[in-house]
């Protein structure tokens, strides 16, 4: 079993909780994920590391309620124990000195990004970091950010905090500055990291996306993960979760995301009906 040592909402609707997984947070690094589950029949979720702490044996996740098995999870608190809790799944990115470097996350991506961030300030980069949401109050981890960063920029949607628009504008006005960026790292909602790719593709910055495909098993068996890069098919599980964001196909990534859209929202209906019948 694992505990749940500490919890905290962080925004209306996104949770972090630390839990205690020594060998999860031994050999975990940024970029990877892990695979829980609430029961032993319950749902697989995956969720990227937000944190580890080598030292004290815990691992920081951060997500947000967008389903039953989500909502399920919220509910749960400190010195409750999750029984599966798998990890760390996927490759690592690719943390080098590479100079200049761009990190964009939006959403409740700025949690995965966080960590990529601070690996690569630790690596000697110089770390721009984009963060953005819908409203200031959905905000999370700005301080964090700040701290993994030489430079903050802030967009809100709703124009309540920052910069009033998207992270992209952002994106576009710090490559219009004519410093060169080496790699750009963009994590969020995956309408926003096709539209990050398409601003950064005329000025031919690598950009790396980290997909968020279905996924059952995390191993490569199931094939639910699979997304279409440079041509090639590839399991987000094994392959990634990182790729070449100007490589994607997302008009398939995002048909794929959507398939069981609707089932999703019947579940949720009917376990808010207390498992009756939604339909009155």
Same mark, same amino acid.
């Not at 790292?185 to 031919?204: K, L, S």
């Given at each position: 079993?694992? !505990?749940?040592?500490?919890?905290?909402?962080?925004?209306?609707?996104?949770?972090?909780? *630390?839990?205690?997984? !020594?060998?999860? %947070?031994?050999?975990? +690094?940024?970029?990877?994920?892990?695979?829980? +589950?609430?029961?032993?029949?319950?749902?697989?979720?995956?969720?990227?590391?937000? /944190?580890?702490?080598?030292?004290?044996?815990?691992?920081?996740?951060?997500?947000?309620?967008?389903?039953?098995?989500?909502?399920?999870?919220?509910?749960?608190?400190?010195?409750?124990?999750?029984?599966?809790?798998?990890?760390?799944?996927?490759?690592?990115?690719?943390?080098?000195?590479?100079?200049?470097?761009?990190?964009?996350?939006?959403?409740?991506?700025?949690?995965?990004?966080?960590?990529? %961030?601070?690996?690569?300030?630790?690596? #000697?980069? $110089?770390?721009?970091?984009?963060?953005?949401?819908?409203?200031?109050?959905?905000?999370?981890?700005?301080? *964090?950010?700040?701290?993994?960063?030489?430079?903050?920029?802030?967009?809100?949607? /709703? #124009?309540?905090?920052?910069?009033?628009?998207?992270?992209?504008?952002?994106?576009?006005?710090?490559? /219009?500055?004519?410093?060169?960026?080496? +790699?750009?790292?963009?994590?969020?909602?995956?309408?926003?990291?096709?539209?990050?790719? $398409?601003?950064?593709? !005329?000025?031919?910055?690598?950009?790396?996306?980290?997909?968020?495909?279905?996924?059952? /098993?995390?191993?490569?068996?199931?094939? %639910?993960?699979?997304?279409?890069?440079?041509?090639?098919?590839?399991?987000?599980?094994?392959?990634? !979760?990182?790729?070449?964001?100007?490589?994607?196909?997302?008009?398939?990534?995002?048909?794929?995301?959507?398939?069981?859209?609707?089932? *999703?929202?019947? %579940?949720?209906?009917?376990?808010?009906?207390?498992?009756?019948?939604?339909?009155?």
């Amino acid at each position: 079993m694992y !505990p749940i040592l500490s919890k905290k909402p962080l925004a209306p609707s996104i949770t972090l909780m *630390e839990i205690e997984a !020594p060998e999860v %947070a031994r050999k975990a +690094r940024a970029g990877q994920f892990v695979i829980l +589950r609430l029961s032993e029949n319950g749902e697989r979720i995956p969720l990227t590391i937000a /944190d580890f702490d080598r030292q004290r044996g815990t691992v920081t996740i951060i997500f947000q309620e967008v389903g039953y098995t989500t909502g399920q999870l919220a509910a749960f608190e400190p010195g409750d124990a999750l029984p599966d809790f798998v990890g760390p799944l996927g490759l690592p990115s690719e943390v080098e000195n590479y100079g200049h470097v761009v990190c964009v996350g939006g959403g409740v991506g700025i949690a995965p990004v966080y960590p990529i %961030a601070r690996a690569l300030k630790e690596a #000697g980069n $110089e770390v721009t970091a984009i963060v953005g949401a819908r409203s200031k109050d959905l905000l999370i981890l700005e301080e *964090e950010m700040r701290g993994a960063s030489d430079r903050l920029l802030v967009a809100t949607d /709703d #124009g309540s905090y920052g910069h009033k628009g998207f992270v992209t504008d952002l994106v576009k006005q710090v490559l /219009d500055e004519g410093r060169p960026v080496a +790699r750009l790292w963009a994590v969020g909602p995956m309408i926003m990291m096709r539209n990050v790719a $398409e601003v950064t593709r !005329p000025y031919g910055v690598r950009t790396i996306v980290s997909l968020n495909p279905i996924m059952v /098993d995390g191993t490569g068996m199931c094939g %639910a993960c699979r997304v279409v890069v440079g041509g090639r098919a590839r399991f987000a599980c094994v392959d990634g !979760p990182e790729f070449d964001g100007h490589e994607v196909d997302w008009d398939l990534a995002m048909r794929r995301l959507a398939m069981y859209r609707e089932e *999703e929202q019947q %579940a949720l209906a009917f376990h808010r009906n207390g498992g009756g019948c939604a339909c009155r």
